[in-house]
């Protein structure tokens, strides 16, 4: 396919099949993906480094694709999306959700956002989004002081750098999602080392690992949520909100 770049088609999933993920991008992610979201993914992957602080990184276009289909699925109006990188998946939120639908996108590194916002602003969808410039937790704080806002979204989303335990995240993320909701995590599956010993992971991933296990095993005993996790990129767990 002419418009795929090399980088697009790196396997980054748990899938031990290039040639799979391969034929599974050019036959039905690549084109049905909306020209704007091709365009962001192309910056980004011509950014890396860009900044220093920041690992400018985005969800795999499959990942994305399905993440638009829930998000669709569940007619997700109000989101909140925690770890914003330069926009990918805001984007691909701002296209999936209604009119006048509102995406809570929150991360301490506005200079990647940045790298993207003039795409979402040529297609004409910056109004969906309120970009907060901060780390999540305080800010999550901060909103379920007003009671208001709680049971008010339909959808969160957490795909951050891997620095806080997603216990965290879940325990105010249930107050804000609604009953019937859904709030999805990211990289539970800590590219594959949840099934390693601790001696054969690297040093630094192990914090990460270990927060991955604690959290998984504490979310399939929680009778709040229904889950589901797929081996999708890192892993990809799905929790819905019960009660
Ligand atoms: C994997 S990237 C997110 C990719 C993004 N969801 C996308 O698909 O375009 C992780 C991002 O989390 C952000 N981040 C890091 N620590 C954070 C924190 N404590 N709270 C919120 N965001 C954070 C960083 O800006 C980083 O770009």
Excluded at 69 to 93: C, D, F, H
Excluded at 187 to 216: D, S
Aim: aromatic share 8%.
């Amino acid at each position: 396919m002419a418009s795929m770049e090399p980088s697009s088609i790196a396997n980054e999933s748990l899938l031990q099949s290039n040639e799979l993920y391969k034929y599974i991008l050019e036959t039905t992610v690549f084109p049905t993906e909306p020209a704007p979201l091709k365009e962001l993914r192309d910056v980004t992957t011509s950014n890396n480094n860009n900044h220093p602080l920041d690992n400018v990184s985005t969800t795999c276009p499959l990942g994305g694709q399905y993440i638009g289909m829930l998000l669709k699925l569940v007619n997700a109006k109000m989101v909140i999306e925690i770890g914003v990188s330069t926009g990918y998946l805001t984007l691909l939120t701002a296209l999936s959700i209604p009119k006048d639908g509102e995406i809570l996108a929150i991360s301490p590194y506005p200079k990647s956002y940045e790298l993207g916002l003039p795409i979402i602003k040529k297609a004409g969808l910056e109004h969906k989004i309120n970009f907060i410039d901060s780390e999540a937790l305080p800010i999550l704080d901060q909103f379920a002081k007003d009671k208001l806002n709680l049971g008010s979204f339909d959808f969160a989303i957490i795909n951050e750098a891997q620095t806080n335990n997603y216990i965290d995240y879940y325990k105010r993320l249930v107050k804000l999602v609604k009953i019937g909701g859904l709030i999805c995590f990211s990289n539970t599956l800590c590219e594959g080392y949840v099934t390693k010993q601790e001696q054969e992971v690297p040093e630094n991933k192990r914090h990460f690992r270990q927060q991955c296990l604690n959290f998984t095993k504490e979310i399939s005993q929680n009778p709040q949520v229904e889950i589901c996790q797929l081996p999708l990129s890192n892993g990809f767990l799905v929790c819905k909100r019960l009660y």
